[in-house]
């Protein structure tokens, strides 16, 4: 049988190497994307899988999208965005869309895809959160709010589920080289690169690496958890 993958944000940094390798794992992915249409339909004919638009914060796009690609087996909530500011000057829509984005997003295509998951009494789900999810980060306020959110999210669906033979995990990246974090100036970098144990830069290989290994049987006995891909930044 042909397992079907929904990669959110899949055409981004994270998730286009997630979609890559669940390709290589023989998962038939769904790229979603909002606005990178040329990026997410390059890469859905390069893995021979699909483009799909819908926005995740949008509860009857991401409904009618998920019916159309019809059952599947494993939903990772990649989608995500950050504002670096501080907290009180983020302004009200701002802080509303990091969090429909984020955490509503992610419930929202969780949501969508369980009917199905549950008939089938099997599935597997993969939140992406991050290491600012779990200790906060300064300018970060509503971003780690968000982060923190799923965290949660996560342990809850889990236990809910699990009867039904559903996984659900989390990944925790901690600094993953992407568009996400082209900000940063040179000399920022070098400092951050010294708060790193490893002493390097995560890329987004190890990020899906992780994502792969929990989708994977090698897994079957582990929900509602939370696994750090941080070089050692958060232990
Ligand atoms: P990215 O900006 O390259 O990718 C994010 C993707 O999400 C983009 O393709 C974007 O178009 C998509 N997206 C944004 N809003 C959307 C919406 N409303 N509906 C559908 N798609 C939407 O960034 P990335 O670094 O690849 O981040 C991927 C995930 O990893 C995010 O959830 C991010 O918070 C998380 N993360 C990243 C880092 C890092 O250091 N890069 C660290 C921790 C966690």
Redesign the pocket.
């Known amino acids: 049988m042909i397992s079907k993958a929904l990669v ?10 997630i979609c890559r390798s669940l390709a290589e794992n023989g998962y038939t992915v769904y790229v ?5 249409k040329d ?2 339909e390059a890469l859905a004919a390069e893995i021979g899988g699909y483009a799909v638009c ?5 509860a009857s796009e991401v409904r009618k999208a998920v019916s159309d690609i019809g059952s599947i087996s494993l939903l990772v ?6 504002v670096v500011d501080t907290f009180d000057r983020v302004d009200d829509s701002t802080a509303q869309r990091i969090l ?3 955490l509503t ?1 992610t419930m929202n295509c969780s949501r969508a895809v369980l009917p199905g998951m549950i008939s089938a009494k099997a599935g597997c789900i993969i939140n ?6 779990q200790v906060g980060a300064s300018c970060e306020v509503d ?1 780690s709010a968000s ?1 923190a959110g799923i965290i949660g999210f996560t342990k809850a669906l889990a236990k809910e589920t699990a009867p039904s033979g559903i996984r659900v995990n989390c990944v ?10 082209a900000h940063f100036s040179p000399e920022d970098l070098a400092l951050i690169k010294e708060d790193i144990p490893l002493g390097i830069f ?1 890329r ?1 290989e190890h ?1 899906a690496d992780a994502v792969a290994f929990l989708a994977s049987d090698k897994a079957e006995y582990i929900t509602g958890q939370i696994l750090a891909v941080n070089g050692g930044m958060v232990i």
């Open positions: 959110t944000g899949g055409a981004g940094g994270i998730g286009s190497a979603s994307y909002s606005r990178s990026k997410a819908f926005d995740v914060s949008d909530n990649n989608a995500g965005i950050s429909s984005v984020n997003g992406v959160s991050s290491m600012w999810g971003y982060k925790a990246p901690g600094f993953i080289m992407t568009d996400m974090n995560g987004p990020v």
